[in-house]
């Protein structure tokens, strides 16, 4: 295995941990509690959603992996132009949105180390990522550790805003 997919694993486990600890003392009530923004900007993303947005994101990481086709998430409903609801029908249950955070996280590591190391050579196909994305060795770190970073450091200060302990 490269040092480049070894450091995407490292970062991608850590992540997990972290992911899990930051939701593990919440109820499904809290998941979609959303506190006011500062200075009455729109309220910030709740624990639902982010984690429903990050879990979209899994099968398209598995599919770039595989050097497959997918679907473009930015229409899903938990796509980067979905908002947030308070509406906890609206989402998975807790135990549900974790394990599919675990299951998915645990899928993609499993692929990776068993890829050739060439896979992160492989084109990215969606057309509108081909331009700033063009190879899985782009498009995977940004997925695997920038964009899931943000997120969980969005989770982390959504739970500041609720008076709930660092993890």
Request: charged share 20%.
């Amino acid at each position: 295995m490269s040092i480049a997919i070894e450091g995407l694993l490292f970062g991608w486990k850590k992540n997990l941990d972290y992911g899990t600890k930051l939701v593990a003392d919440l109820t499904d009530e809290q998941m979609v509690t959303q506190p006011a923004g500062v200075k009455g900007e729109a309220p910030v993303n709740h624990p639902a959603w982010l984690l429903s947005h990050l879990n979209l994101y899994l099968p398209v990481m598995a599919a770039i992996i595989e050097g497959r086709d997918f679907n473009d998430p930015k229409q899903h409903r938990f796509g980067m132009l979905s908002k947030p609801e308070a509406d906890g029908d609206l989402y998975s249950s807790k135990d549900e949105l974790v394990e599919a955070f675990v299951l998915g996280h645990e899928h993609v590591e499993a692929m990776l180390r068993n890829a050739s190391d060439n896979v992160l050579e492989q084109p990215v196909l969606l057309p509108r990522w081909k331009e700033i994305m063009p190879k899985a060795g782009i498009a995977l770190p940004y997925l695997m550790l920038n964009h899931e970073n943000t997120h969980l450091g969005q989770l982390s200060a959504w739970r500041r805003m609720m008076g709930l302990p660092s993890v």
